[in-house]
């Protein structure tokens, strides 16, 4: 990443992408089902208190459909049928993190969700999805998400605040 001078990067246009490196490769797991989505209210780590989908950093030599799967098992108790990959999501944050996210949709799941160390799952009707309580980006891929649309978003944070995005929609909006 270029930040010439030591100035944080604080829009899309700044990053040098070709160079860009995230510290940490994670995944998100969105289960629909009867129009209703699974979502968490995470309790520790990047996010927690906000609602987002169940997920989290890969692990050594673990692919992202992997991460993806155990996450939702380890987080909610359920595993994930049939999830494919819909989107790739390139964070910087402005204090110098920077987080790769691969996202998935599956349409539906086996087990009975359960609340963990980690989340507190809700079954969300998609009319009603909480995005005031989510990350700021959300609001953006979310839906194409829901859609079944596929999509690559790079986007700059400083904490909780979106300072600037780009966001690709394949066959979309």
């Not at 595993?79 to 349409?107: K, T």
């Not at 990350?135 to 891929?141: H, Q, Y």
Request: net charge negative.
């Amino acid at each position: 990443m270029d930040r010439g001078a030591g100035i944080a990067p604080r829009r899309v246009g700044d990053i040098d992408w070709k160079a860009w490196r995230p510290a940490d490769r994670a995944t998100l797991l969105f289960v629909v089902r009867d129009e209703r989505v699974l979502l968490i209210r995470k309790k520790r780590g990047l996010g927690a208190g906000k609602i987002n989908g169940p997920g989290g950093r890969l692990e050594a030599d673990e692919t992202p459909l992997a991460c993806a799967v155990r996450e939702v098992e380890e987080e909610v108790g359920v595993r994930a049928l049939a999830p494919v990959a819909h989107g790739d999501l390139s964070f910087q944050f402005v204090d110098g993190y920077a987080i790769h996210v691969v996202v998935f949709r599956a349409v539906d799941c086996l087990g009975c969700v359960r609340e963990t160390e980690e989340a507190v799952p809700l079954w969300t009707p998609l009319q009603a999805i909480p995005y005031h309580e989510m990350w700021a980006d959300d609001r953006l891929w979310l839906p194409h998400l829901l859609e079944g649309r596929r999509f690559h978003g790079r986007f700059v944070f400083d904490g909780d605040a979106m300072l600037d995005h780009v966001l690709r929609v394949e066959g979309g909006l």
